[in-house]
């Protein structure tokens, strides 16, 4: 299922959550019941689960709906893919680029599906590495190509809003399979990522 704009908000979900988020506002010392805030609790429930819409989607089928045989046995790079995830221990948003690139083996996916594929798994509650490797097995997997390359480069608020509070630093993580092992054809990718041909 693809990214919605609108979600079908399941009535009953989101009404536990929003109660759970009254009585989140009054631990906070908010009265839930100020003009501003009646209807704060289902628009953070909508929002939670605008959020989290990945655990609904299934990688698999998106990359399998534009699957194309294909001769094509280039790198294919899709770069600077914004996206935004959930970090697990604070359910605060990190949020960046992913750069994705893979050598096909008779078969090239519609590039599209690459960003949705980003979508599944990042509209869930994650750690970086864990979303890097999650994009790159469900491509790795289902495509079988001759190799994957994932890197991303995120902001974490978790670090940035509150704890450490470092308002710059960036985290990147990468992951490869096959062809991106060889050092080689990794640096050729990793030179084309950081280019500024557009
Ligand atoms: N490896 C990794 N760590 C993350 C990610 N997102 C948040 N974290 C870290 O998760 C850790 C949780 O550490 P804890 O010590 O349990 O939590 P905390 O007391 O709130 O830690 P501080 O953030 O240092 O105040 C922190 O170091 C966060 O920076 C991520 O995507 N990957
Ligand atoms: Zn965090």
């Known amino acids: 299922m693809p990214l919605q704009q609108v979600l079908n908000y399941d009535e009953e979900t989101t009404?536990?959550?929003?109660?759970?988020?009254?009585?989140?506002?009054q631990d906070l010392g908010e009265d839930p019941s100020r003009d501003g805030l009646l209807k704060t609790p289902v628009r953070a429930a909508k929002a939670m689960q605008f959020l989290t819409q990945g655990y609904e989607m299934n990688a698999e089928n998106i990359l399998r709906s534009a699957m194309f045989a294909e001769n094509y046995s280039e790198m294919v790079?899709?770069?600077d893919i914004e996206f935004y995830s959930l970090c697990e221990h604070h359910m605060l948003p990190f949020f960046g680029k992913a750069h994705v690139a893979y050598i096909p083996d008779g078969y090239i996916v519609g590039l599209s599906k690459i960003p949705r594929v980003i979508e599944?798994?990042?509209?869930?509650?994650?750690v970086q590495e864990r979303?890097?490797?999650d994009v790159l097995k469900a491509i790795h997997t289902t495509l079988n190509p001759l190799g994957v390359a994932v890197v991303m480069e995120a902001r974490h608020m978790c670090m940035m809003m509150r704890g450490v509070q470092k308002q710059s630093s960036v985290t990147t993580t990468s992951a490869f399979t096959?062809?991106?092992e060889s050092e080689r054809?990794?640096?050729?990718?990793l030179k084309l990522i950081t280019s500024n041909l557009h």
């Open 77 to 79: 790079i899709v770069k």
């Open 131 to 133: 979303l890097t490797d």
């Open 15 to 25: 009404d536990t959550i929003s109660d759970h988020y009254t009585r989140i506002l």
């Open 185 to 189: 054809t990794r640096n050729e990718f």
């Open 178 to 180: 096959g062809a991106f």
């Open 120 to 126: 599944v798994f990042s509209r869930r509650l994650q």
